[in-house]
């Protein structure tokens, strides 16, 4: 017997909400990995992020097919083609993680300078993100979604912030730079995650409003 | 009237081919984008991703169709397997472009230090790579695909130096630490973007020989 457009629509959203818990797994992961040195939890993002890949595909053919079959308009249309959307922002900070473990894995101890703590700090605030964009998204919570752009605010000031302390390192304790640029270059990935959380925030206002902002 | 199996092969090559000319189109326009501060040549760059993901979406259909309705055996599977997951890599490269894109229309005159010459030569190397790795596949030269792997040595030698480079340049000159920085971030993409070369690559080589290396 062939499913019902809405039973088809709650599958989605169930999908969708399984998709950024694996996000915020392999965020936690990561912020593990960076907490303690952990090369485990990095060897473990990085295959936590290729089950994402497969939940990307596994939705994004549901999507195809519910548009290519059902023919939906109005709000459903812009459900189905904010999950097609969303998915590669869900993918991508999957893929960014990825590479935040390889970096992480090299790290000798992380130890807890300022930077360090900035650095735990953004990666929580970017779980954070991720977990309120989706929940925007599956409660058509406007608000939520608007607090995500905020929260960015605070992630960029701390990537600002940790550049700073790790130039303050480089040009004061010369033997401690290359550590000092992986740093960076993680702070940098971190920062695009909560871009990509802003991006699924905004496909969720879009689903409400049908107003795509940014 | 149906298409024949080795039709739809050969136009899957030809699109692959197509992917990759844009991919080659724009690291050419993000190499420009850093060769001369011209901001248009970033925004172009952006723009031209944005198309690169529709031919992502496209060859994936195309590959998912075939993998579907012809049951592919042997070589024919491992030709259209192979080219399901170089797209990810083509459309990867895509995202890092757009990323150096981003940073490098922030950028002040780039001027013509040891690192700038070294990054532009990274990003022509990078250039080489994919192209060089896409001929691979297309013409099924295993030979080809390994000099991909012996020039992403050379763009990982690059990769350093570029980072002590300025390492120097911040202790020496903190003022320019942003722009340091800046640039270190863009090398780092462009190192993963040669990563994602040798990926299509092994790929290519997958498909002569059935057997996936790295």
Same mark, same amino acid.
């Given at each position: 017997m062939r499913k019902t457009f809405d039973a088809e629509l709650q599958e989605l959203n169930a999908e969708m909400i399984d998709m950024a818990a694996a996000a915020e797994d392999v965020i936690d992961a990561v912020t593990q990995?960076?907490?303690?040195a952990d090369h485990d939890a990095a060897k473990g993002a990085v295959e936590m992020t290729k089950h994402m890949d497969q939940m990307e595909r596994d939705i994004e053919n549901r999507c195809l097919r519910l548009l290519?079959?059902?023919q939906p308009v109005a709000r459903d249309?812009?459900?189905?083609?904010a999950a097609l959307k969303m998915v590669t922002d869900l993918q991508r900070i999957g893929d960014q993680c990825a590479n935040i473990a390889e970096l992480s894995g090299l790290l000798g101890n992380p130890g807890s300078s300022q930077a360090m703590k900035d650095i735990r700090t953004m990666s929580q605030k970017a779980g954070i993100m991720v977990?309120?964009?989706i929940f925007a998204y599956a409660n058509r919570d406007t608000s939520s979604a608007r607090e995500v752009v905020d929260l960015d605010d605070e992630v960029d000031r701390l990537f600002q912030a940790v550049?700073?302390?790790?130039v303050e390192l480089i040009v004061n304790n010369r033997?401690? @730079?290359d550590q000092a640029i992986d740093l960076i270059i993680i702070a940098k990935y971190l920062e695009r995650i909560a871009d990509h959380a802003v991006n699924? @925030?905004?496909? @969720?206002?879009y689903c409400v409003t049908g107003e795509l902002a940014g």
């Open positions: 990995s960076l907490t303690s290519l079959q059902q249309l812009r459900t189905i083609s977990k309120r964009s550049k700073h302390e790790l033997g401690e @730079a699924i @925030a905004q496909w @969720a206002i």
